[in-house]
């Protein structure tokens, strides 16, 4: 079973409008929430670890979560309202985000009891990893079930306007590295977190995914650098195509253990991230975050 860990909440998506007040549709989102789904519609045997609020949001977030396969059973639930993320979209597709997230459910996560064993992958990321006091709690899952030997990954998906304190939290970013299996992240946030890919393969993770947009994805692995072209097609917006890239590669590396992570070869390497790269262009196709399904996609790679 592969544990995805973080908040969910609902994008407020420009409907096609040109006018700065136009019309804003509702859709689930949430990084870690759009890494569940995308990995249940893979045919993952998949659960979300979060704290979702009771309210008509939080019950549809949670609806999408069965529709899509994903366990429920280690979602705390809570009273508090839902957190609300207002997108705008640049000519090219891409998103910007302002968020909603002052006492809303999510923040308030608490460290659950041990995992059960059958658990070998968990991913981490986004809102979760930065916002108190629910970040100390993930933090503390991601070192605890680093521990017992599951793969980890991380997506910290950065939003800048949301982290008071950037020094403290690169320095706290570098501290979790030794607990990640698989480090993946976008350009910008490599950018923002001021390091180098190479760098950061050598502090614990076995490789680190840089996404690189229309141009493609780019791993780096210890004595190795392995690049795919992205897979061309008419963009809608880029929600959740970064985590899409984190379903198509957990589904596939999650039965492996570091050993095996560690030994995947060029073209090894090639064949998940063009996997990734193919599963992130399907979901650039559509309004909001809506990862494509296993028979969508080729299939999944086999290591």
Known sequence: MIVVAGESLIDLVPDGAAAPLGPLVPRRGGGPYNTAVALGRLGADVAFCSRVSTD?????????????????????????????????????GSAGYGFYAE????????LPEPLPAQVRALSFGTLSLALEPGASAYEALLRREAGRGALTLLDPNIRAGLIPEPAAYRARFRRWLP????????????RW??????????AGPAAVVVTRGATGLTVYARGL?????????????TIGAGDTVNAALLHPLAGLSRQELEALDEEAWRALLGYAAEAAALTCTRPGAEPPYATELRSVPRL
């Open 56 to 92: 008509a949001f939080g019950e549809a977030l949670m609806d999408g979560l069965r529709a899509a396969g994903v366990r429920t059973g280690l979602v705390q639930r809570g009273p508090e309202p839902t957190t609300l993320a207002v997108a705008t979209l640049g000519p090219d």
């Open 103 to 110: 006492g809303t459910a999510d923040r308030l996560f608490t």
């Open 179 to 190: 607990y990640v299996s698989l480090l993946k992240l976008s350009e910008e946030d490599a």
């Open 193 to 202: 977190l001021g390091g180098d890919p190479r760098e950061w393969a050598d």
């Open 225 to 237: 650098t392995v690049s795919v072209p992205a897979v061309p097609v008419t963009v809608a917006d």
